[in-house]
């Protein structure tokens, strides 16, 4: 009598177990469905507000255009707003040319740029003689500068492009800017247009919009050109979430 009241202790632990095993396992069930639901919930916001300021943005290239746009003179930084699924959306749009040229910027312009952000001079002087041997052709290196012996010696396996900044994001990739912060990235271009003074043909120009859904907030930075020909009136150079 005993032995068998034993077994149906034992076997009611067993059950027990079981069930706490089981209701433990449908928990961490739930709880992994109910991240992956907002994880989901997440990346649709995030594509709505994208979607919302890649309208806004697309709204204003038209709006610069028409013909009613072309030739007129911009102010230092014009905004548009736009109610978009019933989010007000701004766009802020400025030409190219009040950013620093990578590629054609001097010693000194470069210097500046850095000396206005923070750096010492001495420091500022380096960066602005590092980029400027990352774009030329040869291998010697100015006073303070870098080129492929300087990389090898940081121990980097890749020198310097001795061709033309693709990119702005490409400033990392220079000895001593690998964390450069993205404000001062802003400050730079690499779409360095033709001196006009309108949105004729051949202005070049930055256009960012914010816009939320939900939490979640999007960021989208255009540079294009207008190019005033009407079977191409916009060439689209980069289009890219800007991240905070």
């Known amino acids: 009598m005993q032995s068998r009241r034993a077994e149906r202790g034992i076997a009611l632990i067993a059950v027990l177990s079981l069930l706490a095993l089981l209701c433990v396992l449908a928990l961490a069930v739930l709880d992994s469905s109910r991240r992956h639901g907002q994880l989901v919930q997440r990346s649709i916001e995030s594509y709505q507000a994208q979607e919302i300021a890649d309208s806004a943005i697309r709204l204003t290239l038209l709006e610069l255009s028409a013909p009613g746009e072309r030739g007129v003179a911009q102010t230092a930084q014009p905004e548009r707003s736009y109610d978009i699924f019933g989010r007000r959306v701004t766009v802020s749009y400025r030409s190219e040319r009040e950013r620093i040229d990578l590629n054609a910027a001097d010693e000194a312009q470069l210097t500046a740029a850095f000396a206005a952000n ?84 051949g202005h070049v120009m930055r256009l960012r919009a914010c816009a939320s859904a939900g939490p979640v907030e999007q960021c989208r930075i255009a540079v294009v050109r207008l190019t005033g020909n009407w079977s191409r009136p916009i060439q689209i150079y980069v289009w890219f979430t800007q991240h905070r």
């Open 118 to 201: 923070g750096f010492t001079e001495p420091a500022a002087a380096a960066f602005a003689q590092r980029i400027i041997d990352w774009r030329d052709v040869d291998d010697a290196p100015r006073a303070a500068g870098a080129e492929r012996a300087e990389y090898r010696n940081a121990g980097r396996t890749a020198g310097p492009r001795n061709a033309p900044f693709e990119t702005v994001n490409e400033l990392r990739e220079v000895l001593g800017l690998q964390s450069v912060r993205e404000e001062l990235l802003d400050a730079f271009t690499v779409y360095s247009p033709e001196p006009v003074q309108s949105i004729e043909s």
